[in-house]
């Protein structure tokens, strides 16, 4: 019994390390999201195209949605957009566009040069749509089925790795609920 | 000086370390005086070659040699030549190169000093030295080697020191705290000798304890550096956040104190021998630890270096190897049987095992809520934040409860103390007490709960420190006389133990009865913060070194008379174009007058953070007084 | 003359005059000041590298500490406006974690730590007093050695 105990900081040690080898190589910025399994806050915000036309949740009722949180401050927002594009015009994506505290012109100015992947987007200058989401950063994607309840969250730039081994399984298991 | 140099030398000591690792302890095993006679040569050989690999890299340095890399990222040519030279372990290789010449100081410094140990005990201690050189030589040489070279595209000038390096702080902080971590080293091999060739005695635990004093001195000086320079160079009054780099350093240090009381017992009665090896062992590996987690980016922490999979994995490689290694020597070779002893209840031995009782608690507590958040997201739990209150509301009861056992066990007899004795001869130290924090609480501004336990906490060791002192020294020859006799190891403890109470007033105080406040000023406002007015003059413009200020004049008023001016400044650097608050403390023994330069709200009004920080020198002080215990613990 | 002169100007600049003035937030009187600070000390910011958002200036940790004021200033308690934060930016976000199944190990540390050490020290006492007198006795040889050099050592003294 004496010779066991002997032996009980080995064996946390053991456990510690598995635990600390896991650890490593992940990002710790990531965060997942408060607001899975809920429903988008409700929101009464601006059309960034038409300021006369003024959005709200319903935008996101009927069918499965990428929610894309964006600004032309952001450098990583530019690097996905392609990629976003891709997912518009190839892939027959529905996404919605944040713009996140941002300029009207300047993003207006943006997506003139860089093309609009989106079908709609929410003008969103002072960041409240954003905090309610629990954005803390940009770029930020999420997923939102046909009833509008948040489905997945992804925290930084969305590429083809990321939609096929990320984001597609959870669109594909909204879509088969919806 | 061509940096290559550098690396050979690297090189050259590696090849010597592992010589070291492998024949003294085989001579030590099979009886071969003429391969044990080594040890010493080999060790001084390492030393050498760290120290001249450190000196190439200073020197490259100092000449704003930017051909290498590490050079190039961390400093400048507008850099003043003092932060240069504490450029030099402003980033990962290079404070790796400091770690790994403390250890070959300390491996030196034990090859030196012990000519009086048996042969076969230096010959593996320094083996055991040896082999954890092995493995620092091997990260830096494979992993962080600090003499990369940028050929051809050498740059014109360098990316510049980190602002917030840019400080005293650096040039004394890790030096120090390095010199703590690494010197358990010392402590971990003579445990681990022990553990080899079976001689775990009173003596043994006589030749680590001096090691071990002196180890805990620097580590203690440490942490009270980065606390000091935490305080007044972050900009918001803290100076512990229980970040997990801050926790790190901790780790050893809860254990160390642990370890230290242990070796106490186990050098005057022989008893707790078992106990007192694992203390060594995990001190050493929580020194370890605390180097993995600040270097591998597995926990987030503003202190960290920028994280790297491959360098983690390297390092827990050695950590685990160390570790584990360790530990199974340990299962399978310390003693079961053991010696008889009698103690009874209010023993001094048993006093000192409840103190390791709290100390460990202590340890298992900070150590569980640094990893936990790990723990939880590899369960896929998810990701949870533990952090200041979480800690305050668990380390302070077990502080406390520390320093009340403390000031009972001073007056502990070996083998057996009577109760009843003991316990009217606290009565007077309790009534002094009750009146000493009273009287304090008043002073500071009223009763509150937490902060008459923290603080009587704090009188209660004092009083009974001084008590003890008072009494030992009475002599027939006058006062003087016997508190000339008093030997260097006791004096140690009394600095300890008041090092101890000093801090936790401090720290008490400081938490319960300071003020904080953020107002917006433009300049000739006035703003109250407890007693004190502090009237913004006015913010003008000042060139530095390598970076322009607004430069703030604060004067501060109490009962009319101005008290103190104070000169914010909010820093712009040439080079990174980082923005730096430094702020400005005035420093008392009682309390700490704080001001620093927020946000500019518009063109005229400033935000600005004033404080008072009750008693905050107090406590800082308080761990400096540990570290001036640098007495070894034995003649 | 003077002294009455240098008197009036000590009055007068000795802070009375000027007006007190506005925080970076308005705050009614210190003691919700004093709550406002504590509650943003207990909130972490969800991009930083381990801050709160007192000490951070990412513009998230603006946000979170303008909905902290705006919150406090409606009259929410402490508990509803962690848990209105908590509800955007998820658990993270609290430095001092809910007791729950998955935490309750963790408070229970201490506890569980020193209790325990506690039941190996009484164990350690108890053995011992069955351990009957201290140590091995001295042999009638040994135990003559030692008489003499005591004797030795008193005549020297």
Known sequence: MKRFLLFLPLL?????????????????TKLESALVGKPVPEFSLKDLHNADVVLDQSLFRGQVTLLNVWGTWCPACKDEHDDLMWLAEEKGVNIIGLNYKDNREDALLWLDRLGDPYRKIIYDPRGTLGFDLGVYGAPETFVIDAEGVVRYRHVGVVNKEVWEQTLLPVFNDAQGNG | MYPELGQLALILALLLAVLLSVVPLAGSLTGRNNLQAFARPLASGVFVFVGLAFAVLTHAFVTDDFSVAYVANNSNSLLPWYYKFSAVWGGHEGSLLLWILMLAGWTLAVAIFSRRLPAVMISQVLSVLGMVCVGFLLFIVITSNPFDRLLPNVPADGADLNPLLQDFGLIVHPPMLYMGYVGFAVAFAFAIAALINGRLDAAWARWSRPWTTVAWAFLSLGIALGSWWAYYELGWGGWWFWDPVENAS???????????????????????????????????????LGAFLVRSGVLTSVHSFAADPERGTFLLGLLAVTVIASLALYAFRAPVVHVRSRYGSFSREVFLLLNNVLLVSATILVAVGTLYPLVLDYLELGKLSIGEPFFNLTFSPLAVATGLLLGAGIFSRWKKTDGGWLARKLLWPLAISIVATTAVLIGYGGFKPWAFLGVFSAMWVTVATFWDLWEKSSSRKGRLHGLKRQSRSYYGMVLGHLGLAITMAGATVVSNYGIERDVRMVPGDVATVGDYHFVFRDIGARQGANFTAQYGTFDVMLDGERVSVLHPEKRQYSVGMSVMTEADIDA???????????????????????QIQAACSLALAGLAVYGSRRLPGYR | MVRIVYLMLVLLLSGAAAAEVADVYDFSDRAQEQRYQNLIAELRCPKCQNQNIADSNAPISKDMRDAVYRMMKDGASNEE?????????????????????????????????????????????????????????????????????????????
């Open chain 3, 81 to 157: 406006i962690v848990e209105s934060l908590v509800g955007r930016f998820g658990e993270f976000v609290r430095y001092k974690p809910e007791l729950d199944s998955r935490t309750f190990l963790l408070w229970a540390t201490p506890a569980i730590a020193v209790f325990g050490g506690f039941l190996v020290v009484a164990g350690v006492v108890i053995r011992s007093r069955r351990a009957g007198p201290s140590g091995p006795a001295l042999s009638t040889e040994e135990k003559a050695r030692v008489d003499k050099m005591l004797a030795e050592q008193d005549r020297s003294s």
């Open chain 2, 250 to 288: 901790l780790l050893p240090w809860l254990s160390g104190t642990a370890l230290m009381h242990s070796l106490a017992v186990t050098e005057k009665r022989g008893v707790f021998k078992s106990w007192t090896v694992l203390l060594a062992i995990v001190t050493f590996s929580l020194s370890l």
């Open chain 1, 12 to 28: 946390i040690a053991l456990v510690v390390g598995v635990v600390l080898f896991a650890g490593i190589g992940k990002d710790p």
């Open chain 2, 588 to 610: 008392g023994l009682f309390r700490d007058i704080f001001v620093a330069i927020g946000e500019r709200i518009t063109d005229e009004a400033w935000a600005i953070r004033l």
